[in-house]
């Protein structure tokens, strides 16, 4: 009998990894991945190097993370990396939006194709078109702007921001997957 019960307790974590049930001890267990309310939205308006607007992102929360909507233009054509930064600060060449939100510890390495990673602030890259224009939808587990549930929480004491690099990230390499530098630059608010 006390064996079939750890076996029932050492299940537990994959379970809980599962989102299912167990019955221990005639207890029904339940596990549910941290979740989020949905509905909160946020918006960063994205400058270039020289000040102009060139675009805006829209930040809507899911139950499992936030879906970010980037709509840009004047870019490169071609592929670009995208990423969140710790910091609320978009001066350019925007450097003081610091390093991505990495806040876990300990801290993972870059890349969404990293064995090790990704970082928190990793997100995949979008394609602005031959004239420039970037439409796209993305989402990350990693983020939220609901004040609890999965991801670091954005509305911090220094905010965060939305950068686009000048290339394409390779997703593995460090520190940002040969990116380059930062092009486009937004803070996010609270919408």
């Not at 549910?32 to 308006?45: K, L, N």
């Not at 990423?83 to 060449?93: E, K, L, N, R």
């Not at 939220?144 to 911090?156: H, M, S, Y």
């Amino acid at each position: 009998m006390r064996l079939a019960r750890l076996s029932a307790l050492a299940a537990l974590p994959l379970i809980a990894a599962l989102g299912g049930c167990v019955t221990v001890n005639g207890v029904e267990h339940s596990y549910h991945p941290s979740r989020a309310v949905i509905g909160d939205f946020g918006e960063a308006t994205l400058m270039n190097a020289t000040g102009a607007r060139v675009g805006r992102a829209i930040l809507t929360q899911g139950a499992t993370g936030l879906l970010m909507r980037i709509e840009a233009e004047g870019l490169t054509p071609g592929w670009h990396g995208v990423h969140i930064h710790a910091t609320g600060q978009c001066a350019a060449p925007f450097t003081s939006a610091g390093g991505h939100i990495n806040h876990g510890e300990p801290k993972a390495p870059h890349g969404l194709l990293n064995a090790d990673g990704p970082d928190d602030g990793d997100l995949p890259n979008v394609f602005a078109d031959a004239q420039g224009r970037v439409n796209a939808e993305v989402f990350t587990t990693r983020a939220r702007i609901a004040r609890n549930g999965p991801g670091e929480w954005l509305w911090d004491a220094d905010g965060s921001a939305l950068v686009i690099h000048a290339n394409m990230d390779d997703q593995t390499s460090q520190p940002i997957g040969g990116a380059g530098d930062r092009v486009v630059c937004g803070v996010m608010a609270a919408g």
